[in-house]
T-cell receptor, first 116, second 113 residues
Framework: EPEVTQTPSHQVTQMGQEVILRCVPI?????FYWYRQILGQKVEFLVS????????KSEIFDDQFSVERPDGSNFTLKIRSTKLEDSAMYFC??????????????FGEGSRLTVL | DQQVKQNSPSLSVQEGRISILNCDYT??????FLWYKKYPAEGPTFLIS???IKDKNEDGRFTVFLNKSAKHLSLHIVPSQPGDSAVYFC????WGGGNKLTFGTGTQLKVEL
């Protein structure tokens, strides 16, 4: 069964460092997302991406965050200068249909980011 | 901003009995609701969904009920199995919402032998 894959599974970084989280969405999917879950809290929407541009972003997704689809398979989330509060599990997700469809997203296993 | 609320952080049920997980929402624009299941160290996995034009959707052991007037939905699992032990997230979206899901905080279900 096709799946969304994410790397790294866990990254530890120093505050102020840049981090890139990588995702390979399901191959025929066109809509891509990043969500995050701070420990003990709910899963929160960060950004959606379609046709090589951001469709929507949350207020969490400030100028320190960026997303990119550098080639036909990868979808990356970059945090330019990490803060302690960026420590969370980051989930990539993809979908084969736009908003207003079933809304079913396929999630990856997550990348745990720990900022020290 | 808790537009989707799951007020029970945990639920313990005996194997074979019914599990009922509850979810409330406040945003009247939500018209599509989903349940995701999450095991430790894994991403959320889609379980079942319901559109606001329905009040019930059933898939095998899983049934979701929607009460629009009360802005309440529930997930029923019957019979519950030990493999159902996981965190269950309620999520909501709306037509034109771009697949942006608003999640609840989750309910940890433990099915005991």
């Amino acid at each position: 069964e096709p799946e969304v894959t994410q790397t790294p599974s866990h990254q530890v970084t120093q505050m102020g460092q840049e981090v890139i989280l990588r995702c390979v969405p399901i191959s025929n999917h066109l809509y891509f997302y990043w969500y995050r879950q701070i420990l003990g809290q709910k899963v929160e929407f960060l950004v959606s991406f379609y046709n090589n541009e951001i469709s929507e972003k949350s207020e969490i997704f400030d100028d320190q965050f960026s997303v990119e689809r550098p080639d036909g398979s990868n979808f990356t989330l970059k945090i330019r200068s990490t803060k302690l509060e960026d420590s969370a599990m980051y989930f990539c997700a993809s979908s084969d249909r736009p908003g207003g469809g079933t809304g079913e997203l396929f999630f990856g296993e997550g990348s745990r980011l720990t900022v020290l | 901003d808790q537009q989707v609320k799951q007020n029970s952080p945990s639920l313990s049920v005996q194997e074979g009995r019914i599990s009922i997980l509850n979810c409330d929402y406040t945003n009247s624009m939500f018209d599509y609701f989903l349940w995701y299941k999450k095991y430790p160290a894994e991403g959320p996995t889609f379980l079942i969904s319901i559109s606001s034009i329905k009040d019930k959707n059933e898939d095998g052991r899983f049934t979701v009920f929607l009460n629009k007037s009360a802005k309440h939905l529930s997930l029923h699992i019957v019979p519950s199995q030990p493999g159902d032990s996981a965190v269950y997230f309620c999520a909501a979206t709306f037509w034109g919402g771009g697949n942006k899901l608003t999640f609840g905080t989750g309910t940890q279900l433990k099915v005991e032998l």
